[in-house]
């Protein structure tokens, strides 16, 4: 008796093309029929759909004012303190992906992407100068820069970190300007594309924190914190965000002197970010309990104290778990900016409902606006998602 | 002066690693541990066996308190154990333990998992604890895994990384929970010989095992638990040649037949 070599047995050939589609589009005679329908709409219905896009659609009320979709009324002459945050960010982005690699390397090119297509946007707007286009393209190679500096061995992590958290503080600060030396620019007339980020960023970067500091109150032996963590988890989850954002715009300045004013901004934001917190802690509890009690027997054996346990052991296992329903709750936060709307202010969906609004001549235009809106803000959520399976990839999800 | 009673204990005691003064546990109604006491003296290698149930995973895990005992006194090294959180943290310090299903960090490559506490508890430089690492990785046959992460290795391989986790904090006694029990039998005997290894070099070891060869070989006494009480003891010469109690030669014709 002989052993089998490697010429005796080897893996079937995967199928061809036409046994392929023979398998999975015309096995028998009710699939092929609807392999052709379906293939008839799909056709018709992207031909249609390019069709439109190109020739059809009138995007004037888009084309004619792109800026105030970016900035909203941002003053023209200081448009360069965003350019400055844009550039900054951009940089940081190239930075962090030369240290990390894995999710920034994703958002960096999701970055520079965009970029080019702001650069090459198609506007005849005399507001969009070939400056302001030139401008994205070198922002966009600031990206690049930054990656090769984030390359050197030098830059950790540790510094990394610092440098974005400052970058955030001297954005902010830039942006709003400070007494004599920049004008003020008020924040009831930022808007648009800005805005909708400052929320968004400011919700995301403000509520995850939070949600864990919930998800591990709600948690804890000590009945105080964990009755009053679970009792604002459950009142919150139980409003609407709108309702939220009445109550932090309109209710909660009532309580205050008349002398405190908090910004309208900074009032929006802080509903924003205490609704998602509450979720954000519910995704982390989930990561929490999924951890098996071996790991608390295994740190407390090595004397590992409960702070230590909790940061080294628990903590990096449980949020590793719950990658992907952080990332839908940061897309989710992301999308529910919008509701900004209903306490005045003018983030992107606004903006283009009142330039619908402002010009008669664009009443029968709305659904370009839209579209072109819901354009934008898949563009951005896709690279949130796609983010995260890169940074699932790299951590080895559902492996380790 | 109610302190008195156990700092007078701690003196008589002064060479017993462990010493359990009817210990007992209750896990809600059930009654686990019925008045467990036994003294185990620096260098000795302890065997408790016993069926499933019988508490001797409990009793070990009382020992640096990952249960609480309700009843009764438990001294590691001279430090009686109670609700003073910087005594419970002492005694976790000296007293190393291996569990049945490893327990290794897995978002943690094996030499991280070795040195985390090291340097968060004991507060050693990166460099040095990495060192200790590596001798102990040698010791237990593995330093080529250093890198590795748990899941990228076997069983046996795994066991070994957490016994050289437990080592890493210099511990004077170290408690194993079954560390066989969830292995493959190719991979037992790669344990047990860096177990019998260990046990060689004079360290206080108290074993959960059912591995009678090893008992046999490396023990000085064994303990027969049964229903949270201990039935008998003895030097393996006496349990295996000549047990008193019928339960214990029921139990060990049960175990050896096979």
């Given at each position: 008796m002989t052993t089998a070599t490697s010429e005796d047995i080897r893996p079937p050939e995967p199928p061809g093309l036409i046994a392929w589609l023979r398998k999975n589009l015309f096995s028998n005679w009710y699939n092929s029929i609807l392999t052709v329908i379906v293939g008839v709409l799909v056709v018709w219905a992207v031909y249609a759909g390019i069709r439109w896009v190109f020739f059809g659609a009138d995007w004037s009320p888009v084309t004619s004012r792109p800026l105030l979709y970016m900035v909203g009324q941002y003053p023209v002459g200081q448009i360069w303190r965003i350019g400055l945050s844009l550039a900054l960010v951009s940089f940081l982005f190239g930075v962090?992906?030369?240290?990390?690699?894995?999710?920034?390397?994703?958002?960096?090119?999701?970055?520079?992407?965009?970029?080019?297509?702001?650069?090459?946007?198609?506007?005849?707007?005399?507001?969009?100068?070939?400056?302001?286009?030139?401008?994205?393209?070198?922002?966009?190679?600031?990206?690049?820069?930054?990656?090769?500096?984030?390359?050197?061995?030098?830059?950790?992590?540790?510094?990394?970190?610092?440098?974005?958290?400052?970058?955030?503080?001297?954005?902010?600060?830039?942006?709003?300007?400070?007494?004599?030396?920049?004008?003020?620019?008020?924040?009831?007339?930022?808007?648009?594309?800005?805005?909708?980020?400052?929320?968004?960023?400011?919700?995301?970067?403000?509520?995850?924190?939070i949600g864990v500091l919930l998800a591990l109150g709600r948690r804890s032996k000590l009945p105080v914190i964990s009755f009053f963590s679970s009792a604002f988890i459950e009142i919150v989850?139980?409003?609407?965000?709108?309702?939220?954002?009445?109550?932090?715009?309109?209710?909660?300045?009532?309580?205050?002197?008349?002398?405190?004013?908090?910004?309208?901004?900074?009032?929006?934001?802080?509903?924003?970010?205490?609704?998602?917190?509450?979720?954000?802690?519910?995704?982390?509890?989930?990561?929490?309990?999924?951890?098996?009690?071996?790991?608390?027997?295994?740190?407390?054996?090595?004397?590992?104290?409960?702070?230590?346990?909790?940061?080294?052991?628990?903590?990096?296992?449980?949020?590793?778990?719950?990658?992907?329903?952080?990332?839908?709750?940061?897309?989710?936060?992301?999308k529910d900016t919008t509701l900004a709307a209903g306490v005045g202010l003018l983030e992107l969906l606004s903006v283009g409902q009142s330039i619908l609004q402002a010009n008669p001549n664009f009443f029968s235009l709305q659904m370009e606006v839209y579209i072109f809106i819901a354009a934008v803000f898949w563009v951005f959520s896709y690279s949130l998602s796609f983010a995260s399976r890169r940074v699932e990839a790299a951590l080895g999800v559902g492996k380790r | 002066m109610s302190s008195q009673p156990g700092q007078v204990s701690e003196q008589k005691s002064a060479e017993a690693m462990i010493v359990a003064r009817d210990v007992h546990k209750w896990f809600g109604q059930f009654h686990a541990l019925k008045g467990i006491s036994m003294q185990v003296k620096k260098g000795e290698v302890v065997v408790i066996f016993g069926p499933s149930g019988s508490g001797k995973s409990t009793f070990i895990r009382t020992l640096n308190r990952l249960e609480e005992h309700q009843r009764g006194q438990i001294i590691i090294d001279g430090i009686e154990l109670t609700h003073d959180i910087k005594k419970i943290e002492r005694i976790r310090m000296e007293t190393g333990m291996v569990f049945q299903s490893f327990n290794l960090f897995p978002h943690l490559t094996v030499i991280q998992n070795i040195t985390l506490a090291p340097i968060w508890v004991r507060k050693w430089r990166k460099q040095k604890a990495e060192e200790v690492a590596m001798e102990l990785l040698e010791r237990v046959g593995i330093p080529e895994q250093a890198e590795k992460f748990p899941a990228e290795l076997s069983g046996g391989q795994q066991q070994r990384v957490a016994i050289a986790r437990a080592l890493a904090m210099q511990p004077k006694i170290m408690l194993f929970d079954e560390p066989t029990s969830a292995l493959d039998p190719e991979m037992i005997k790669e344990v047990l010989d860096v177990m019998e290894e260990l046990a060689h070099s004079g360290m206080t070891m108290l074993v959960v095992t059912h591995e009678m060869g090893f008992a046999r070989a490396v023990a000085k006494r064994m303990f027969f638990f049964d229903e949270g009480m201990i039935v008998e003891s003895g030097t393996p010469q006496e349990i295996f040649g000549n047990p008193r109690e019928a339960r214990t030669k029921l139990f060990l014709s049960q175990i050896l037949t096979h």
């Amino acid at each position: 008796m002989t052993t089998a070599t490697s010429e005796d047995i080897r893996p079937p050939e995967p199928p061809g093309l036409i046994a392929w589609l023979r398998k999975n589009l015309f096995s028998n005679w009710y699939n092929s029929i609807l392999t052709v329908i379906v293939g008839v709409l799909v056709v018709w219905a992207v031909y249609a759909g390019i069709r439109w896009v190109f020739f059809g659609a009138d995007w004037s009320p888009v084309t004619s004012r792109p800026l105030l979709y970016m900035v909203g009324q941002y003053p023209v002459g200081q448009i360069w303190r965003i350019g400055l945050s844009l550039a900054l960010v951009s940089f940081l982005f190239g930075v962090s992906w030369g240290v990390w690699g894995g999710m920034m390397r994703a958002f960096s090119l999701s970055l520079a992407f965009i970029l080019v297509l702001l650069a090459l946007l198609p506007t005849e707007s005399a507001q969009y100068t070939m400056e302001i286009r030139v401008f994205m393209v070198s922002a966009a190679l600031l990206i690049f820069l930054g990656y090769s500096i984030g390359k050197q061995s030098w830059i950790s992590s540790r510094i990394t970190l610092l440098i974005w958290l400052l970058s955030l503080i001297v954005i902010l600060v830039l942006l709003r300007g400070f007494g004599g030396v920049l004008p003020v620019i008020p924040t009831n007339i930022w808007g648009g594309l800005l805005l909708t980020m400052v929320l968004a960023i400011g919700g995301i970067v403000l509520s995850f924190p939070i949600g864990v500091l919930l998800a591990l109150g709600r948690r804890s032996k000590l009945p105080v914190i964990s009755f009053f963590s679970s009792a604002f988890i459950e009142i919150v989850r139980g409003v609407p965000l709108i309702g939220i954002l009445f109550m932090s715009s309109i209710i909660f300045p009532l309580f205050l002197p008349a002398e405190v004013r908090i910004d309208r901004l900074v009032r929006a934001l802080m509903g924003i970010t205490l609704f998602s917190a509450a979720y954000m802690a519910e995704n982390v509890r989930g990561g929490l309990q999924a951890i098996p009690l071996g790991q608390f027997d295994a740190a407390r054996a090595i004397g590992l104290n409960n702070y230590y346990t909790t940061v080294l052991i628990v903590l990096p296992q449980a949020l590793r778990k719950v990658i992907p329903s952080i990332v839908g709750q940061f897309i989710a936060l992301f999308k529910d900016t919008t509701l900004a709307a209903g306490v005045g202010l003018l983030e992107l969906l606004s903006v283009g409902q009142s330039i619908l609004q402002a010009n008669p001549n664009f009443f029968s235009l709305q659904m370009e606006v839209y579209i072109f809106i819901a354009a934008v803000f898949w563009v951005f959520s896709y690279s949130l998602s796609f983010a995260s399976r890169r940074v699932e990839a790299a951590l080895g999800v559902g492996k380790r | 002066m109610s302190s008195q009673p156990g700092q007078v204990s701690e003196q008589k005691s002064a060479e017993a690693m462990i010493v359990a003064r009817d210990v007992h546990k209750w896990f809600g109604q059930f009654h686990a541990l019925k008045g467990i006491s036994m003294q185990v003296k620096k260098g000795e290698v302890v065997v408790i066996f016993g069926p499933s149930g019988s508490g001797k995973s409990t009793f070990i895990r009382t020992l640096n308190r990952l249960e609480e005992h309700q009843r009764g006194q438990i001294i590691i090294d001279g430090i009686e154990l109670t609700h003073d959180i910087k005594k419970i943290e002492r005694i976790r310090m000296e007293t190393g333990m291996v569990f049945q299903s490893f327990n290794l960090f897995p978002h943690l490559t094996v030499i991280q998992n070795i040195t985390l506490a090291p340097i968060w508890v004991r507060k050693w430089r990166k460099q040095k604890a990495e060192e200790v690492a590596m001798e102990l990785l040698e010791r237990v046959g593995i330093p080529e895994q250093a890198e590795k992460f748990p899941a990228e290795l076997s069983g046996g391989q795994q066991q070994r990384v957490a016994i050289a986790r437990a080592l890493a904090m210099q511990p004077k006694i170290m408690l194993f929970d079954e560390p066989t029990s969830a292995l493959d039998p190719e991979m037992i005997k790669e344990v047990l010989d860096v177990m019998e290894e260990l046990a060689h070099s004079g360290m206080t070891m108290l074993v959960v095992t059912h591995e009678m060869g090893f008992a046999r070989a490396v023990a000085k006494r064994m303990f027969f638990f049964d229903e949270g009480m201990i039935v008998e003891s003895g030097t393996p010469q006496e349990i295996f040649g000549n047990p008193r109690e019928a339960r214990t030669k029921l139990f060990l014709s049960q175990i050896l037949t096979h």
